[in-house]
């Protein structure tokens, strides 16, 4: 079965602890256009240290879909719910989607971070990020673009050298952000 998608509205699918890939999976075989953002990270246990891929948005993954044949998708094993209101599915904006699929594949760091809706907006204008937008952090020295998904109230961090970074109109106090440098 294969379902025409490019069209259709995003969606956040809140899958079981750990499921993430098993559901991702399951959605591509039935014909749906599914996206699971991944990270690396390393972990350390205490005989070993591991490189790990893990979901930038733990517990989620987007999947477009018609909302009035959602049947088949709540169907799927694994899956615990669409992110909405009660039974109404809420669409995730397409442009937070392709910010994400960009930092994503960009190959600079990235990571989840905090949601923040206050910081200095800024624009990329070099680089394999050129026109995302989000707001910047400083996180250990390092400047960060943060960009989220709204929504969910998410939100992941990528690695940005200064001179790519442009303020877009809004900016906040220079006391509110220099609080934003978690430099500690």
């Known amino acids: 079965m294969h379902v025409s998608t490019s069209n259709l509205p995003w969606f956040a699918i809140r899958v079981k602890s750990r499921c993430e890939r098993n559901v991702s999976n399951a959605l591509r075989e039935k014909g749906y256009e599914e996206y699971l953002p991944l990270y690396w990270c390393r972990r350390r246990w205490s005989d070993r240290v591991k490189d790990l891929q893990l979901p930038l948005f733990s517990g989620y993954l987007f999947c477009r879909f018609d909302p009035m044949q959602k049947v088949p998708i709540l169907a799927t094993p694994g899956v615990a719910n669409i992110v909405g209101q009660g039974k109404i599915p809420y669409p995730v904006r397409g442009e937070e989607i392709e910010a994400i699929r960009i930092a994503a594949g960009s190959g600079r760091r990235i990571e989840p971070c905090a949601y923040l809706k206050i910081g200095r907006r800024v624009r990329i204008e070099q680089g394999s990020l050129r026109g995302l937008e989000g707001v910047l952090l400083r996180i250990k020295g390092q400047d960060r673009l943060v ?24 900016q906040i106090p220079n006391t509110i952000a220099s609080q934003l440098d978690y430099g500690h």
């Open 147 to 170: 960009i989220g998904i709204e929504l969910l109230q998410r939100a992941v961090a990528v690695e940005v050298s200064s001179d790519w970074i442009i303020a877009c109109d809004s």
